[in-house]
């Protein structure tokens, strides 16, 4: 059975940059799409971006300044890296595995398979 | 930026018929998928592609779209089907991915 766990600081100061890694086990981690989605506190959630094995990626348009998505398939991990964070940044911060679909109407991505997620807070 | 409007909130009795919809421009081209995402918990996905429930959802979660309005059916609802759900899509470019704003479903 395949999970997913991420890791990485849980306190960030403000401009600096945050790193979180999320690590495939019981399974492999190619060839898929793996993406990075966030959640403050008390609201909804907000897709940050994708990337395959291959390392292409896909970002979110208000993101994708400051975003870095990375993989590494002889360790079965792929990382995220968000530069000059802000409080606005403090999330709850979910790996998660997309399923990939091509019907006549286009491409389609979805999450089929979720990390438990990990708090992060920007805070000096 | 694209967006997906979803009500804050809806209330059901248990064994009542729960109907939460999500508008996006681009619904009549494009797939709606709904995930349920109880407190603490990660997002499960209960439907894909409009209408398709995934295996191990049960039977009483439904979805439906009609022009920019997708909805999601929960018929009969228990009360452990209290949770946040949201729906997601994307834009008619198929390039700029969303979620809806969330929707607290009640059942009491």
């Known amino acids: 059975q395949v999970q997913l766990q991420e890791s990485g600081p849980g306190l960030v100061r403000p401009s600096e940059t945050l790193s979180l890694t999320c690590t495939v086990s019981?399974?492999?981690?190619?060839?898929?799409?793996w993406s990075w989605i966030r959640q403050p506190a008390g609201k909804g959630l907000e897709w940050i971006g994708r990337i395959y094995t291959s390392g292409s990626t896909n970002y979110n348009p208000s993101l994708k300044s400051r975003v870095t998505m990375s993989v590494d398939t002889s360790k079965n991990q792929f990382s995220l890296k968000l530069s000059s964070v802000t409080a606005a940044d403090t999330a709850v911060y979910y790996c998660?595995?997309?399923?990939?679909?091509?019907?006549?109407?286009?491409?389609?991505?979805?999450?089929?398979?979720w990390g438990r997620g990990t708090l992060v807070t920007v805070s000096s | 930026s694209y967006e997906l409007t979803q009500p804050p909130s809806v209330s059901v009795s248990p064994g009542q018929t729960a109907r939460i919809t999500c508008s996006g421009d681009?619904?009549?081209?494009?797939?709606a998928y709904w995930y349920q995402q109880k407190s603490g918990q990660a997002p499960v996905l209960v439907i894909s592609e409009d209408n398709n429930r995934p295996s191990g959802i049960p039977e009483r979660f439904s979805g439906s779209s009609s022009g920019t309005m997708a909805t999601l059916t929960i018929s009969g609802a228990q009360v452990e089907d209290e949770a946040d759900y949201y729906c997601?899509?994307?834009?008619?470019?198929?390039?700029?991915?969303?979620f809806g704003g969330g929707t607290k479903l009640t059942v009491l």
């Open positions: 998660a595995r997309d399923s990939v679909h091509n019907y006549s109407s286009g491409w389609y991505w979805y999450f089929d398979l």
């Open positions: 681009a619904l009549p081209k494009k797939y």
């Open positions: 997601y899509s994307t834009d008619s470019s198929g390039n700029h991915w969303v």
């Open positions: 019981g399974g492999s981690i190619s060839p898929y799409y």
